[in-house]
């Protein structure tokens, strides 16, 4: 699905990745782990293209969904605009807004189709940023920081909320901080540490993934 | 009786100023237009990173002379310049316009970087094309955040036209001066000619809010 071979991106002289090698299957969650400043966003970032790698190769076969820290939803449109503007401008023909409908109601927002989205609770611009990229048919949806600033309840909803995503046979790698978290829903997890990866591995072989885990922080 | 004189004298004055209306409207909206063109060619200009260095000398000088004098330098100089005579209106129109020009486009630019980078990054991820994202994502925002910042430079406009008058266009002040000169005193044409002038800012002002309650909602 991916495969990332000796990727190194530096910004001004500083190594923000170096030597990353991944190769992610289709349909699993991958969760990346690490510190502040230790490359995550980095890393998604340069999957999506965002930024310009300086050397390796990404090699990616399906469409990518890319989920923002601070959702990015179009202040101007409503929650239905939002998720229909960018599928019409890209098949005019087909209606969108049943699917848009659909996918609202899946993630249990139907209700707020036609707010805006300052109108929203943090856990609702979450799910309409998720349904926004949903709309696009991602095979492989890039998570960033998907539960910072979500109180407890809400982040066990967003783990709920991406197994449905992964039920729809999309494969996903969440970058976040949160190991509680990404142990809960991840199938492996990566930690990066100053651009390197230091760990790589399945939390279910662990007795105590969480502790064994921070001794790598 | 000497009341009805009163009155009537005060009607012909208004009317008298008032035929400075068209040449003062005139140059307002010739002004802004040409404003609007030019500050947009030069932000996309620049934003494109072309001309950077000459657009952005060409915006420090027009901010950074007098008005009076660009407007003196463009009337009296065309014609030792470039061998013909620009009409006194032409000449205000141009330099308004440009003048304005230089204003409207430091307004753009700020618009353009106060939003976040990650609505071109979002629109990217989305696969929206780079025109339907200026078009439908970017400058409908940039437009918003920037009306307060643009109806201000209309009114402000508004208020440079009078300088028209110092190169004899027959604009509301230069007829209040006439109509001064005619009756030896100065009161009452200027006041005419001030609620003219304040007249107009309230309607800019008053449409400007309408415009600015369709923008509605509030920042993300």
């Not at chain 1, 309409?128 to 909803?157: F, K, Q, W, Y």
């Not at chain 2, 989305?126 to 994202?133: A, D, E, R, S, T």
Request: positive net charge; proline residues 3%; aromatic residues 8%.
């Amino acid at each position: 699905m991916l495969r990332l071979s000796n990727v190194c991106k530096k910004f001004h002289d500083s190594l923000v990745l170096d030597d990353i090698n991944i190769n992610i299957e289709k349909n699993s969650i991958v969760g990346l782990a690490g510190s502040s400043g230790s490359g995550k966003t980095t890393l998604l970032r340069c999957i999506q293209k965002l930024e310009v790698i300086d050397s390796g190769a990404i090699e990616c076969n399906g469409e990518l969904g890319f989920m923002f820290q601070d959702f990015q939803l179009f202040p101007h449109m409503t929650v239905l605009q939002n998720l229909i503007y960018a599928p019409r401008i890209l098949d005019k023909k087909k209606d969108h807004s049943a699917h848009a409908m659909r996918i609202l109601t899946n993630l249990g927002v139907a209700n707020k189709a036609s707010e805006y989205p300052d109108k929203l609770s943090g856990g609702q611009k979450q799910r309409v940023a998720l349904a926004r990229s949903l709309m696009m048919h991602p095979e492989l949806l890039l998570c960033d920081e998907p539960t910072s600033g979500l109180d407890i309840a809400t982040t066990l909803d967003v783990v709920s909320l991406l197994e449905s995503v992964r039920s729809m046979g999309v494969t996903m790698i969440i970058a976040s901080h949160d190991l509680d978290f990404l142990t809960k829903i991840a199938d492996r997890i990566i930690i990066l540490k100053n651009g390197k990866i230091i760990i790589d591995i399945a939390p279910k072989t662990l007795e105590d993934p969480i502790q064994y885990l921070k001794k790598y922080y | 009786m000497a009341g009805e004189f009163k009155v009537a004298e005060l009607i012909s004055s208004i009317l008298f100023v008032g035929r400075g209306i068209t040449i003062t409207l005139q140059l307002l909206t010739c002004g802004i237009l040409i404003g609007l063109v030019f500050g947009i060619i030069f932000s996309v200009l620049r934003y494109k990173g072309f001309g950077v260095i000459i657009i952005n000398r060409l915006i420090s000088i027009l901010r950074g002379t007098p008005l009076i004098l660009q407007l003196s330098f463009v009337y009296f100089s065309t014609p030792g310049l470039l061998g013909f005579k620009l009409s006194i209106v032409t000449a205000g129109i141009l330099t308004f316009g440009l003048n304005s020009s230089a204003y409207v486009a430091e307004i753009l630019r700020a618009g353009i970087e106060s939003l976040a980078k990650g609505q071109f990054e979002a629109a990217k991820t989305l696969q929206i094309p780079n025109f339907y994202m200026w078009k439908d994502i970017i400058l409908p925002q940039v437009i918003r955040n920037i009306f307060p910042a643009m109806v201000s430079e209309v009114i402000a406009l508004l208020k440079e036209t009078a300088l028209i008058s110092t190169i004899g266009g027959m604009d509301i002040m230069r007829t209040a001066q006439t109509l001064a000169a005619e009756q030896f005193t100065y009161f009452t044409p200027l006041c005419i000619a001030g609620a003219y002038y304040y007249g107009f800012v309230l309607c800019i002002e008053y449409v400007g809010k309408k415009i600015e309650r369709g923008y509605g909602y509030a920042k993300a």
